[in-house]
C-alpha cells in the first residue's frame, strides 16, 4: 500500500494532509489562494432529500440551520469589500428562512448570485415561484441531476427523483432558463452513481444535451462534472460497498499536477450556517477551518488577508485533483 494510501485510510481528515502536501511538494508545488472573487455561503444541513453521494450529510432531519443574524454578517461583508460573487448552497438553501434575504441584498449590491438547487425542492409547500424568483433576481442556478435516465438518478437521490427533476427542468426552461441568449443560466452538476471518476467533461456534457432534448424537450447551458468527495455519506457508502481502498487508490494515482492552478480554494472562501469560514465547503464537513492565523468567523473577514493565504489540506484534496480535477464550477483541467 502507498504512503498516501495509508495515510488516507489511518486517519481521514486533518492528520492525513502530509500526503497530500508530500504529493504536492513531489512536483514542486504548493497550494496558496489568489485573490477571492467569491464567497460560498452553506446556510444549513435541512434538505428535502438524502443523497447518497451527499458530502454534507443533508437530510429533511437535520436541525443545522443559518440565522438571520449571520446572515446579515454575510451580507455586510458583501457590501463592505464588494464581493463579485455569492453562490449560495446547502442542504437546500431555498428551505432556510433568511435565503430570499440573502439573494436579494446580494442582488442590490450588485453581486452576482449562483444557488446551488437541487430541482425537486421548488415542489414544496410555498417554493412553486422559486422560477419566477430565480428570473426575477437573475440568478444563476446550478442543479445536481446524476443521469438523464431515471433508474440512475433514482439509485442517488430517491425514488421519483428523477421524474420531479424533469418537471422542475421544464418549469425553469419556460421562464427562460437555459434558453440560448436569455441570460438566464443554467447549469447542470453530474456525480457519477459509484465508486469512479467523472468521464470528459465535455462529452458527457454533449451526451446529456442530446439526451435531455429528444427524450424530455429540456436545454441548459454547461455540464459541470463533479467527483464524489470521500466524505461523510459517500464514504460510508464505499465502506459498506467494500469500495473504500479501491476508490481511494485511485483518487491518489489519478493526481493530476495540471488542475492546481484551477482549484476552487484559491479564489473562493466558504462559510457555514455558523459564520464560520474555511477554504472550501469540503473542509468545511470535515471542520477543517482556514488556518489559524486568519481571522475565524464572516464577522471579523477580510479578503485581504484571505488572498494569498496557505489553504488548509487534508486526503479529500486528492479528490479535487484526481484526473480533469473538480470543483463547484466542474473540470479544471485536461486529463
Given at each position: 500500500m502507498s504512503t498516501a494510501l495509508s495515510v488516507i485510510q489511518g486517519d481521514f481528515g486533518v492528520h492525513s494532509s502530509v500526503a497530500f502536501d508530500e504529493k504536492l511538494a513531489g512536483y514542486g508545488l504548493e497550494l496558496h489562494a489568489a485573490a477571492i472573487d467569491t464567497l460560498q455561503v452553506n446556510?444549513?444541513?435541512?434538505?428535502?432529500?438524502?443523497?447518497?453521494?451527499c458530502h454534507v450529510d443533508a437530510g429533511p432531519a437535520r436541525m443545522e440551520i443559518m440565522t438571520r443574524e449571520t446572515a446579515k454578517q454575510i451580507i455586510e461583508a458583501v457590501r463592505k469589500f464588494r464581493i463579485p460573487t455569492v453562490d449560495i448552497t446547502g442542504?437546500?438553501?431555498?428551505?432556510?428562512?433568511?435565503?430570499?434575504?440573502?439573494?436579494?441584498?446580494?442582488?442590490?449590491?450588485?453581486?452576482?448570485?449562483?444557488?446551488?438547487?437541487?430541482?425537486?425542492?421548488m415542489f414544496g409547500p410555498g417554493l412553486d415561484d422559486l422560477?419566477?424568483?430565480?428570473?426575477?433576481?437573475?440568478?444563476?442556478?446550478?442543479?445536481?441531476?446524476?443521469?438523464?435516465?431515471?433508474?440512475?438518478?433514482?439509485?442517488?437521490?430517491?425514488?421519483?427523483v428523477f421524474e420531479k427533476s424533469i418537471e422542475a427542468l421544464r418549469l425553469l426552461n419556460a421562464v427562460g432558463y437555459g434558453i440560448e441568449n436569455s441570460g438566464l443560466i443554467l447549469n447542470l452538476v453530474y456525480n457519477p452513481v459509484g465508486a469512479f471518476l467523472p468521464p470528459p467533461q465535455e462529452s458527457i456534457e454533449a451526451d446529456f444535451k442530446r439526451e435531455l432534448w429528444s427524450r424530455y424537450g429540456i436545454t441548459f447551458n454547461q455540464l459541470y462534472t463533479i467527483t464524489n468527495m470521500p466524505?461523510?455519506?459517500?464514504?460510508?457508502?464505499?465502506?459498506?460497498?467494500g469500495?473504500?481502498?479501491?476508490?481511494?487508490?485511485?483518487?491518489?494515482?489519478?493526481?493530476?499536477?495540471?488542475?492546481?492552478?484551477?482549484?476552487?480554494?484559491?479564489n473562493l472562501v466558504s462559510v457555514d450556517w455558523t459564520g464560520r469560514l474555511y477554504d472550501c465547503d469540503f473542509n468545511q464537513m470535515l471542520e477543517l477551518g482556514v488556518a489559524p492565523e486568519l481571522p475565524q468567523t464572516i464577522a471579523d473577514f477580510d479578503p485581504v488577508e484571505f488572498a494569498h493565504r496557505r489553504i488548509m489540506t487534508g486526503a479529500h484534496c486528492f479528490g479535487c485533483t484526481a484526473g480533469a480535477g473538480s470543483s463547484c464550477g466542474g473540470a479544471v483541467a485536461a486529463r
Open positions: 446556510v444549513g444541513k435541512l434538505c428535502n432529500q438524502a443523497c447518497k453521494h442542504g437546500a438553501p431555498e428551505l432556510n428562512p433568511s435565503f430570499r434575504y440573502l439573494v436579494r441584498e446580494s442582488r442590490k449590491l450588485a453581486s452576482h448570485v449562483i444557488v446551488r438547487h437541487n430541482l425537486t425542492v422560477p419566477e424568483f430565480f428570473r426575477e433576481h437573475s440568478v444563476e442556478v446550478a442543479s445536481s441531476l446524476p443521469y438523464f435516465l431515471e433508474h440512475e438518478t433514482d439509485a442517488q437521490r430517491g425514488h421519483g466524505i461523510k455519506r459517500f464514504l460510508d457508502y464505499l465502506r459498506r460497498s469500495n473504500e481502498e479501491r476508490y481511494l487508490r485511485k483518487l491518489v494515482e489519478a493526481f493530476n499536477p495540471n488542475t492546481i492552478d484551477g482549484l476552487m480554494c484559491r
